[in-house]
Every structure is written in C-alpha cells, then in structure tokens.
C-alpha cells in the first residue's frame, strides 16, 4: 500500500486526520479515534489475510510495509 492509497482509505472511512500523513509519522499522531483507526486496522487485516500487529509507536511507513 502506498501513502497515496492509505490517504484514499482515510477518506472512504470519512477520517479527517489532525496532522498531515506522512511515512514517519505514528499512527496515534495522526489524531483520529481510535475507534477509526480500529476499524480500519481490522477492515485493512481481513482483506490482506494479515495480522498487523502494530503497536502504539507505530508510524504509518511501518503500517504501509507490512500491508506489502
């Protein structure tokens, strides 16, 4: 998955992030729900057959690695 393509997957959820994404970023500073960024993990884990595993100093580039 590409920067461009998790950014598309914001806006299908209706996520508006408080920061801008980037690939250092964590995950928990983009400054969504939690609840949000839950349910796309999990919609994100069941089309790719994937456990993500991601913990909370996660960045989005480690995100978008194991999504590869």
Known sequence: MTLAEFNALLEKYNVKPQ???TEDLP??????DSFD????????????GKSL??????????LLAKLD
């Open 53 to 62: 595993n991601l913990s909370l100093d996660c960045t989005i580039g480690d």
């Open 27 to 32: 995950v928990v500073k983009l400054g969504i």
């Open 37 to 48: 960024i839950l349910m796309i993990i999990g919609d994100l884990e069941e089309s790719t």
């Open 19 to 21: 920061a801008e994404p």
